[in-house]
Structure formats: structure tokens, C-alpha cells
């Protein structure tokens, strides 16, 4: 059996589209610029909130250098209120985390989300004693894909690269568990499409949350 599971947040555990749209498409209009759409909020998520309002103000066809500074400050401030706005695990989860907890695997979340959004929305849905560890992007702490952080929340845990499983939703999150040389497992159910995951190099894909809790069970090696 592993040691532990670390779960991205956004289209892994919660589906968040809802306060992403919400959130992004009243910064545009503040800014009195062309709102973006489902669709387009699905592909730009997955690397943080600073590349989310860069690809929305390019969708837009503005200038970054000119809005950039203004519209990330609005993002800040509208998503701080509008973080857990229609969020909701997405189904198995909750049991998948109950059983890892009762057979003794240590949970954490690492996210691009800004970490005191990822520390909210994460104790709004799933309680403050669920998760062992929660980060989201902070200061000073390379962004998914860079595998540091990854591996730093491995030895927090008490588990090498070896003995962990990483499970996410995108092609990110395929470079991030790639890169730090953990079992990476890929759900079907988030901001991704299976085709999109497969061109990504995705190779284990899940399309419930009983296949998360099999692969952890199995234990082994990389």
C-alpha cells in the first residue's frame, strides 16, 4: 500500500468552474472587456491565477502590459469573496478520502490556486481534519509543473517519490508527477478532456473514484 496521495483541487477533488467563471467574468466587467466562456475557462485553468487573467485579457485582445496590473488586482479581490461560489466535491469523493483515511494513507492537496483560496475552499468542502497537508501557490514555491513542491510535501508526509501516488486532472498536472518521478493517475471527470489527457501523455486514467483507491492499494514502486 502507499504512503500517501496527494490530490490537486481543481477539477480532481472539487469542481470549481462555476467560481472561476463567476469570478473572472466580473473583473471583465469592471473592466468593461468582453467576458470569457465556459469553454474558454476550462482551457485556462491548471497553472495559477496569474496565467488565468493573462490568457483571459488575451482572449479579449487587449494589451497584458496595460491591464494585467488592474485586472489581477480585481481577480484577487472579487475571487477572495466568490472562492467557494457553487463548488462541490465531485462524486466518490468524499468516501475515496474516508477509506484512504481508515486504511492509514496520508492525504494532501497541492494546487495552483492561491494558497489561502486552495486552505478555504478546502476546509469549506471537506472539513479542516481531512487532509494532512494543503498548499496552494505561494511565494517563493515554483508553480506545477515544477515537481519541488510536490516532492517537498512527499517528505512532509513521510513518503518518497517511491511510495506516494499524485492525482490530478490535467496536462499539468501529467508534466508535474512526471517530472518529480511519482505513480501519477489522471481522473477523467475534470477541466480535460480523455483525448486531450491521452495527447498529454496521460497513461493511467481513472474515470471513478474507486480506481484512485485500487491503484493506492496495490502499493509497489515507480
Not at 470549481?16 to 468582453?34: A, D, G, Q, R
Request: glycine fraction near 10%; proline fraction near 4%.
Amino acid at each position: 500500500m502507499y504512503k500517501a496521495c496527494v490530490f490537486d483541487l481543481d477539477g480532481t477533488l472539487t469542481d470549481t468552474l462555476e467560481s472561476l467563471i463567476c469570478s473572472v467574468n466580473e473583473v471583465m466587467k469592471e473592466m468593461k472587456l468582453p467576458e470569457i466562456t465556459r469553454e474558454q475557462c476550462r482551457m485556462f485553468v491548471g497553472n495559477g491565477a496569474k496565467v488565468l487573467i493573462r490568457k483571459t485579457l488575451e482572449a479579449a485582445g487587449v494589451s497584458e502590459a496595460e491591464y494585467f496590473d488592474p485586472a489581477f488586482r480585481a481577480f484577487q479581490r472579487i475571487f477572495d469573496k466568490n472562492c467557494t461560489y457553487r463548488v462541490k466535491p465531485y462524486d466518490g469523493i468524499v468516501p475515496l478520502l474516508e477509506n484512504l483515511k481508515k486504511a492509514g494513507i496520508r492525504l494532501g492537496v497541492l494546487s495552483n490556486k492561491p494558497d489561502r483560496q486552495a486552505v478555504h475552499v478546502v476546509g469549506s468542502v471537506f472539513g479542516e481534519d481531512v487532509f494532512d497537508i494543503v498548499w496552494g501557490q505561494k511565494e517563493g514555491v515554483p508553480r506545477k509543473p515544477d515537481p519541488a513542491a510536490l516532492l517537498m510535501m512527499g517528505r512532509e508526509l513521510g513518503a518518497a517519490p517511491s511510495e506516494m501516488i499524485y492525482i490530478g486532472d490535467s496536462e499539468v498536472d501529467i508534466q508535474t508527477g512526471a517530472a518529480a518521478g511519482v505513480k501519477t493517475v489522471i481522473v477523467s471527470w475534470g477541466f480535460r478532456t480523455v483525448k486531450e489527457l491521452r495527447r498529454a501523455g496521460a497513461e493511467l486514467i481513472v474515470d471513478s473514484a474507486d480506481g484512485i483507491f485500487e491503484m493506492a492499494e496495490e502499493g509497489g514502486t515507480v
